[in-house]
């Protein structure tokens, strides 16, 4: 079964910096890698979508990166505000695997300190 | 434009008991899949319904079951609960169980607390 595997569970950084989270997975890439924050006791909110043949993905501050040799996506949040504080999933999906079932990594709790 | 929403935020119940939650799809979206969050953990698949039938199951035993309506609303129901079956439970909607962005819409989640 697949394994998916997020760099730490919880990342502190100074505001302003960039922040750099780690997905990492198991056996056969998947067709797409989704990220989601979610805050505590909220359910989680898409943030971006990158598929197997796209190298990287930006949305204003946040970046994606998907690297199908290394089994890896890092997800960067630039110029990092309070705000910005939550809990980060990484979700591949896998064709065949069906539709919109996401495998969810545990989340990397990012805490930025003004 | 609501977005989906889920009932009740908050339940307790005892082991053995029976539970029905409730989710409303977002307006457009015609597919509905439970996920169960336990703490400290990410959320894990449970089934997904489309057209008024399971689509999909994840690797959950069948006393969870669902149900959804012409109006694509579900139902999640968990007979004989345990006290491992306590956990955020979240109901997400998509237009489609094919549609290529692929992305999901979040309720906020049922809290259940199994005593």
């Known amino acids: 079964s697949q394994k998916i595997e997020q760099n730490s569970e919880a990342l502190n950084i100074q505001e302003g910096k960039t922040a750099t989270l780690t997905c990492n997975y198991t056996n056969y890439s998947p067709a797409y890698l989704q990220w989601y924050r979610q805050d505590p006791g909220r359910g989680p909110v898409f943030l971006l979508l990158i598929r197997e043949n796209e190298k990287e993905k930006r949305k204003e501050r946040l970046k994606v990166t998907f690297d199908t040799t290394l089994k890896q996506s890092l997800f960067h949040i630039t110029a990092s505000q309070p705000a910005d504080s939550a809990t980060y999933l990484c979700?591949?999906?896998?064709?065949?695997?069906?539709?919109?079932?996401?495998?969810f990594g545990k989340g990397t709790k990012l805490s930025v300190i003004p | 434009d609501a977005g989906v929403t889920q009932s009740p935020t908050h339940l307790i119940k005892t082991r053995g008991q029976q539970v029905t939650l409730r989710c409303s799809p977002k307006s457009g979206h015609d597919t509905v899949s439970w996920y169960q969050q336990a703490l400290g953990q990410g959320p894990q698949f449970i089934f997904q319904?489309?057209?008024?039938?399971?689509?999909q199951r994840g690797n959950f035993p069948d006393r969870f079951s669902g149900h959804q309506f012409p109006n694509y609303s579900s139902e999640l129901n968990v007979n004989a609960l345990l006290l491992g079956d306590s956990a955020l439970y979240l109901c997400?909607?998509?237009?489609?169980?094919?549609?290529?962005?692929?992305?999901?819409?979040f309720g906020e989640g049922s809290r259940l607390t199994v005593l």
């Open positions: 319904y489309y057209e008024e039938e399971e689509r």
């Open positions: 979700a591949p999906l896998y064709s065949g695997a069906g539709s919109y079932q996401l495998t």
């Open positions: 997400a909607s998509s237009p489609g169980p094919t549609a290529n962005t692929g992305e999901l819409f």
